[in-house]
């Protein structure tokens, strides 16, 4: 099972920035791990945010970060990146971090924390002010 532990969290104005990393650990060869970033926010379900698939050339964002956030992977660190701009303060929540062995990158978009196979990390909060 693949470890996954998010950072780069933290308290920024709205229009800011932040950039998010998720760094990976054990399981299998990291670049047959479709990657993605989801978000919850308080009372609200776990939603997907950027999926990004196993080399990196493909990428799906919710039409509602799409323009504003960039996923990215580097295969040799073992890490995906989620990059934050104009930032909103409905953007506020826990952010995670998912891996799917051998997944697609648009299926592992409609994933949730009971479906079988993906690995989550422990989310890191990210928090906009207006």
């Known amino acids: 099972q693949v470890q996954l532990v998010e950072s780069g969290g933290g308290l920024v104005q709205a229009g800011g920035s932040l950039r998010l990393s998720c760094a990976a650990s054990?399981?299998?060869?990291?670049?047959?791990?479709?990657m993605g970033w989801f978000r919850q926010a308080p009372g609200k379900e776990r939603e997907f945010v950027a999926t990004?698939?196993?080399?990196?050339?493909?990428?799906y964002y919710a039409d509602s970060v799409k323009g504003r956030f960039i996923i990215s992977r580097d295969n040799y660190k073992n890490t995906v990146d989620l990059q934050m701009n104009s930032l909103k303060p409905e953007d506020t929540a826990v952010y995670y971090c998912?891996?799917?062995?051998?997944?697609?990158?648009?299926?592992?978009?409609?994933?949730?924390?009971?479906?079988?196979?993906?690995?989550w990390g422990q989310g890191t909060q990210v928090t906009v002010s207006s």
């Open positions: 054990g399981g299998r060869t990291f670049n047959k791990y479709a």
């Open positions: 990004i698939g196993w080399s990196g050339m493909s990428s």
């Open positions: 998912a891996a799917g062995w051998d997944w697609g990158y648009v299926a592992l978009s409609t994933i949730t924390p009971t479906t079988t196979g993906p690995s």
